[in-house]
Structure formats: C-alpha cells, structure tokens
T-cell receptor
Framework: GENVEQHPSTLSVQEGDSAVIKCTYSDSASNYFPWYKQELGKRPQLIIDIRSNVGEKKDQRIAVTLNKTAKHFSLHITETQPEDSAVYFCAASQEKLTFGTGTRLTIIP | NAGVTQTPKFQVLKTGQSMTLQCAQDMNHEYMSWYRQDPGMGLRLIHYSVGAGITDQGEVPNGYNVSRSTTEDFPLRLLSAAPSQTSVYFC?????????????FGSGTRLTVV
C-alpha cells in the first residue's frame, strides 16, 4: 500500500518568514495530493490540493509543488502569520487517502 | 447543509464493551472513510466505502466493523473495546475517490477505553 513520509515533524519560523514542509510517497499510481491544517482540538481542514497532471498550484500565501518523477511534494507558506500555527498533514490518494504523520508549525511573533 | 456529522463527541467505555460511532453526511458523497488519530502517528485509515453496499479495510481494521446500507450513513462498530482503541476518531467523505476532490471531515469522537 501507499506510504507517505513527512518532514520535519516540528518547525518554528519567525513571523513573516517562509515555511516549507516536504512529503514523499511510494505508490506511483497516486494521483491526488491534498494538504490539511489542523488546529488544536479541531478537525483537519483542506487548505490546498494538487492533482498529478499539475506541477504547481498557488492560493494567496500558500503553494504546493509536485515532482511525480521523484515522488515528492511540498507545501510552501510565505509571509507567515501567527494564525498559521497548527499541525499540517500531507496526504496521497489513488483510491484511499493515506496521510503523513504531520508537522507542528509554530510561528514566533 | 450540515456536512459530516459525528456522534457522540465524547465517550468512555469499559474494556470489553461494544459501541457504535455514528457518521452521517448530507452532501450525497459516494466515498466515506473512518480514521483514527493518535499522537505522533497522523491519521490512519480504519475502513472505507466507495458507495452504498461496498466497504473495504484500511490500514488498521482489526477490532472494528463497518456497514454502508445507505449513501448517507457509515457507522463504525467497536466489537469489544480495548485500551489500545483509545483515540480520536474522524469520519470523512468525498464526492469521489482518487483525484476527484477534497475530503470533508466530521468534528471527531474522542473515545477513552478504561
């Protein structure tokens, strides 16, 4: 089955700086790669996703890149703000959605 | 449009007891799934369904049963609760599998087995 690895497990950045989270996947048949944000005690919420026929997608301060050959994808958050502090999960899917183990992002004011 | 509704929000069980976690969605989504979330381990898939009458196992199915008699409902049954099943359980639904679109999560059920 699919295996998704996510790094780093924790990340602290100064407010205004950029944050990058990286994931790799094992199943070359996976064709959908979402990213979720989970605040403490809340449900995961989709923040951006990318499909296998696209190399990059951007939504305001958030962008995702996908390298299908290398089987890795990354989340980029620019101009970070305190409200970006949360746990972020990557995931990969062909039929089943498999999650990475999460990155706890802390924005330092 | 309530989205994905899970009940109960909190539950304490004694070892050996059984219970059913309820999940309902009103978005006419075909795909539904159950995850458990444990510290440091992300979200692990328990069971999933690609449509009414069709279910399949995920990564950690042991000790859990599911059924999908309608499009709307996807209950998760714990047959004989064990302390290892203490976790937060999330139900999720999607319009389709694979690259079909985003998954919507319920608010979760926090289960403690003593």
């Amino acid at each position: 089955g699919e295996n998704v690895e996510q790094h780093p497990s924790t990340l602290s950045v100064q407010e205004g700086d950029s944050a990058v989270i990286k994931c790799t996947y094992s199943d070359s048949a996976s064709n959908y790669f979402p990213w979720y944000k989970q605040e403490l005690g809340k449900r995961p919420q989709l923040i951006i996703d990318i499909r296998s026929n696209v190399g990059e997608k951007k939504d305001q301060r958030i962008a995702v890149t996908l390298n299908k050959t290398a089987k890795h994808f990354s989340l980029h958050i620019t101009e970070t703000q305190p409200e970006d502090s949360a746990v972020y999960f990557c995931a990969a899917s062909q039929e089943k959605l498999t999650f990475g183990t999460g990155t706890r992002l802390t924005i330092i004011p | 449009n309530a989205g994905v509704t899970q009940t109960p929000k909190f539950q304490v069980l004694k070892t050996g007891q059984s219970m059913t976690l309820q999940c309902a969605q009103d978005m006419n989504h075909e795909y539904m799934s159950w995850y458990r979330q444990d510290p440091g381990m992300g979200l692990r898939l328990i069971h999933y369904s690609v449509g009414a009458g069709i279910t399949d196992q995920g990564e950690v199915p042991n000790g859990y049963n599911v059924s999908r008699s309608t499009t709307e409902d996807f209950p998760l049954r714990l047959l004989s609760a064990a302390p290892s099943q203490t976790s937060v359980y999330f139900c999720a639904s999607s319009a389709s599998t694979g690259d079909g679109g985003g998954y919507t999560f319920g608010s979760g059920t926090r289960l403690t087995v003593v």
